[in-house]
């Protein structure tokens, strides 16, 4: 059966999307057909509204509607620590916590020779203007414990070394709930490595 051409564009549309597949864009296109006109209204406005409405900060590189965003312009948050992260959805995750109460920089991936990917495509010479002049006493790196993570964790602490400032990384390990006989040796290893004093 040939689906109507709005549909199918909007099944297209639909599959460009990160783990969206043929299949799954074709129910979600047909979930919108089937909703409410003020829904669908209010779905399609949505779409525009962030992309007419958030912009990235000057600051942090992360989204706002207004520049700089709520985190780097609160002067109640510590600006001597940034939290340095591969992606914005990583500094939603941090502030989930709680617990950071310092600023941010996103540096929009990991380095990955194999993808192309190396310093220039990323912000680390935005991190290392910021880092000169302004008063930081720490940098934390919280990029994924993967590869390019590591690599661009190692990269970022080399060009940060020779200017004074206190380099550190996040601890990972065993998730909570998580069974010892399940972890793999790199994650044991790691754990063991970030240990605290009780």
Known sequence: MQLPKPL?????CLGRLPGIGRRSAQRLAFYILYLPQEEAAELANAVLR??????????CFGVTESDPCSVCSDPGR?????CVVEEVKDVVAIERTGEFQGVYHVLGGALSPLDGVGPEDL???EL???VKRSEVAEVILATNP????EATTMYISKALKPRGVKVTR??????VGGDLEYADEVTLTRALQGRREM
Request: some cysteine.
């Open 50 to 59: 962030v992309h007419e409405r958030v912009r990235q900060c000057s600051v």
């Open 8 to 12: 199918e564009q909007l099944a297209e």
């Open 123 to 125: 912000r680390i010479a």
């Open 78 to 82: 510590d600006h001597s620590r940034i």
């Open 170 to 175: 996040i601890a990972y390990g065993v998730p």
């Open 128 to 130: 290392l203007e910021r």
């Open 146 to 149: 993967n590869l390019a993570g």
